[in-house]
């Protein structure tokens, strides 16, 4: 019987079965990339998704039989180290997924391969170094050493030779390190009454994330500025480690647990005492609704966080139908050019982000729902540098075509991304870089560049003039 076209069922993701020896069997491994390849060769849909694809397609194209048969074994690799997991191809292209009878994860046996290589020889120092972002953070987010480090991750000579040292490209932005760490200097609200929602709890608890504490923490006191315009209670999770996402695109698996493990405590506590957990970064938070119940589906623990866990816009909405979001917008944001991250839309919550900055009167909100290409690391490598702005070439057009006043994306690391393809394009733009959540703190009426600590100066990255940097 021929094999049914696509399937008409909802797609359903099975666990990763990452604590079963055949899952790393070498062999096994090999016959299921043989298998899933050679359906993506008779497919090719996802060509224009990511680099990974055109390099199978060229390996097979290219090789003895001009079938997978004829692509050299030890050429597997190039594939999966073009692969940043974004879970694009699987989310919205592969009509093969389960349940349908082929059953095609091509992100998850992505991920099985990085394992099994993590498993079999590690990861180089660079590798090891970015998907360390505690460590880094812990390290130079602090008045003494961020401002030398954000001083030399400017200066050309530094970067050449960070580049021919270590691998990472020296045109590539980086973030800068806050002197000053969101968890030690958020404002929490805690005397305001609960107010519970039918669909949102009524009091939050902040996973401040990595990237949040150490690097951009104005997008974290924007978040706790619109709580607390909202009159909603909000704490920090007591403790906190990195979610594991790096760690995860690394293939380092046992990582991912160790951290998993010092995470959950914590944030189950808060779930069981009826917050909702929110985070303001979106890899984070599939993390805990997706990558985590995948990994350890038996575990109820991660479960129960996974139900409490929100993305901003995805709260702020639901508390929107709950009819106790605040609507007394005092200024107009214009023309937002807006950039739905990956990682958000896998999340399957909508475009929740749009929908409230479209509240907001005197407010037009251009979507671009496409892969940006930058990905926490990848993008940031020297060798994938280049592919990571031919993926975004696309978005840079899009969102600076408009002519928007302000540039955004839910991922920070994203919209920096997007905002040095429009630099380089020299497009012209006027518009300035900031966050949905601090959109929607200006909507509120609180000032641009005012943070809500004294004497605490919000990152200048938090709102750039692109013409400026043309
Ligand atoms: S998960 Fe993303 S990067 Fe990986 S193959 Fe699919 S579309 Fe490409
Ligand atoms: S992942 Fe699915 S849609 Fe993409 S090329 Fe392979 S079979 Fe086709």
Same mark, same amino acid.
């Given at each position: ?75 597997? $690799?190039?594939?999966?180290?073009? =692969?940043?997991? =974004? ?184 779930? $069981? ?57 005092? $200024? ?38 496409? =892969? ?47 905002? $040095? ?50």
């Amino acid at each position: 019987m021929a094999s049914r076209e696509g399937s008409l069922e909802a797609p359903k993701r099975h666990p990763v079965d990452w604590k079963n020896a055949d899952f790393y069997n070498p062999e096994k491994l090999q016959q299921e990339m043989e298998r899933v390849f050679d359906i993506c060769h008779g497919c090719r849909r996802c060509v224009n998704l990511c680099t990974a694809f055109p390099r199978l397609f060229d390996l097979i194209d290219d090789g003895s039989t001009g079938e997978i048969d004829g692509v050299e074994k030890n050429r597997f $690799q190039e594939v999966v180290d073009r =692969c940043y997991l =974004c879970d694009m191809c699987f989310m919205t292209k592969c009509p093969y997924v389960p349940p349908h009878e082929w059953n095609i994860d091509f992100p998850h046996l992505m991920l099985r391969t990085k394992a099994v290589k993590y498993q079999q020889s590690g990861a180089g120092f660079r590798d090891k170094l970015l998907s360390s972002t505690d460590l880094m953070g812990k390290v130079a987010a602090n008045p003494v050493i961020a401002p030398t480090i954000n001083t030399l991750n400017k200066t050309p000579l530094a970067r050449k030779v960070l580049d021919s040292t270590l691998g990472i490209r020296s045109e590539r932005k980086l973030p800068e390190y806050t002197a000053h760490q969101f968890r030690s200097h958020a404002q929490l609200n805690d005397r305001f009454t609960v107010k519970d929602g039918n669909k949102t709890p009524g009091k939050v608890a902040i996973y401040a994330t990595c990237y949040i504490n150490y690097n951009e923490p104005g997008i974290g006191h924007d978040l706790l500025r619109i709580l607390k315009h909202n009159e909603i209670p909000t704490r920090l999770v007591e403790q906190e480690v990195c979610c594991g996402m790096p760690k995860l695109e690394l293939g380092d698996l046992q990582a991912v647990e160790a951290l998993k493990n010092q995470n959950i405590p914590h944030l189950l506590t808060m779930a $069981q005492q009826g917050y909702a957990i929110i985070s303001a970064v979106p890899s984070c938070v599939l993390m805990y609704k997706q990558e985590l119940p995948l990994l350890f589906p038996e575990d109820i623990a991660i479960q129960t966080v996974a139900a409490a866990m929100f993305d901003p816009f995805e709260y702020l909405w639901l508390r929107n139908q709950d009819n106790l979001l605040k609507t007394d917008f005092k $200024q107009s944001l214009g023309n937002v050019s807006y950039h739905i991250p990956c990682h958000q839309r896998v999340q399957n919550i909508g475009k929740k982000t749009r929908d409230v900055l479209q509240l907001i009167p005197g407010t037009s909100v251009n979507s671009v729902e496409r =892969c940006s290409g930058h990905d926490g690391t990848w993008g940031v490598k020297s060798e994938y540098f280049a592919d990571s702005m031919k993926i975004g070439r696309p978005v840079f057009k899009q969102m600076s075509a408009p002519n928007p006043d302000y540039i955004s994306s839910d991922c920070a690391i994203a919209a920096r991304h997007i905002e $040095q393809g429009i630099c380089e394009n020299h497009s012209g733009s006027k518009a300035k870089k900031l966050h949905p959540l601090s959109l929607l703190r200006l909507a509120y009426g609180y000032d641009d560049h005012q943070c809500s600590i004294p004497n605490l100066q919000v990152l200048p990255t938090n709102s750039v003039d692109l013409e400026d940097k043309v």
